[in-house]
């Protein structure tokens, strides 16, 4: 099996940019600017717990196990460059298949950030599909943005709509590397990382990064369509689903007050950005309610005794 898709490989084409190396030699070869940082992550996503093979495309799997780290550079308002793709598969013949939909979806993606798959491995062995992925990224400013930084006073952010990823944005999310990279041209971002988990329990982390505590608005969050359909099934209300579903895979980031006019004056989108919180100097991330009264946002919901 790995022979035949290494010459499934071989035929396919990727854009490279110049003085790269991908899929062929014993190593992928990257260039990489003097005095540019370079930034890594890498997922691990299996057949059971991060989807049901029997409820995506092979196609699909390839596509968010690459996605999802092309999310985590965006979330450090970096640039993807390069992309390792490992795939451990059923034995059988559905591996060839399988292994062939996987690479063509994440090799899809890639294309579109300027993210090739540069290298990989593959086997088979007697349990269910296993997708990695590394993804190497280039920091085009002094340092990449981090979830430590954000200072109180400072303005909170999240780019899209929250909630309802589970109808379907979490296998066709965009990852927001753009809108990263332009906020990032517009203002001093002080803090940032992207919604992998859900609102109440991301934000707690950002908060806890960089040592202060977070107010945030019920009435300006921006609830997705889905997040109101779920809600007519759970009896949640959307707002509920806009602060504890995950995988919105959206960019939250802090910005310094005095940046806020200038940032919504010249943010041209087409992704919206909405103003959702502030950041405060004490420990403990709080939600204002509708009515104006505040309590503890707590991760999965608030417990009213
Ligand atoms: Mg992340």
Partial sequence: MEQAFLKYLAQQKQTLPTETL?????????????????????????DETDFHLADVTPQQIGRKALAINISDIAAMACQPVGALLTLLLPKGDV???????????????????????IGGDTNTWPGKVAVSVTVFGRCPAEKPL????????????????????????????????????????????????DLSDGLSIDLPRLCEQSRVGAEIESRPLPVS???????????????????????????????????????????????????????????????????????PLQPEGFSHQ
Avoid at 153 to 163: C, E
Wanted: glycine residues 14%; charged residues 20%; contains cysteine.
């Fill in 225 to 295: 369509p889905a997040a109101i359909q779920m809600a007519a099934g759970t009896g949640k209300t959307p707002q509920w689903h806009a602060l504890n579903d995950g995988e919105d895979f959206e960019l939250l980031f802090t910005v310094p007050a005095g940046e806020v006019e200038r940032l919504e004056r010249e943010w041209s989108g087409p992704v919206p950005i909405t103003r959702i919180g502030t950041i405060l100097a004490d420990p403990g991330v709080w939600l204002v309610n509708e009515k104006g009264s505040r309590e």
């Fill in 146 to 193: 981090l979830r430590k930084g954000a200072q109180p006073g400072d303005a909170i952010f999240v780019t899209g709509q929250l909630g309802g990823s589970i109808l379907g944005h979490h296998i066709d999310f965009t990852p927001r590397v753009h809108e990263a990279l332009q906020l990032r041209q517009i203002c001093g971002l002080s803090a940032g990382m």
């Fill in 22 to 46: 991908g899929i062929g030699d014993d190593a992928a070869v990257l260039s990489w600017p003097a005095e540019t940082k370079l930034v890594v992550c890498t997922d691990l996503i299996s």
């Fill in 95 to 117: 591996s060839l298949p399988l292994a062939q939909g996987i690479y063509e979806g994440a090799a899809q993606l890639g294309e579109q950030f300027g993210c090739p798959i």
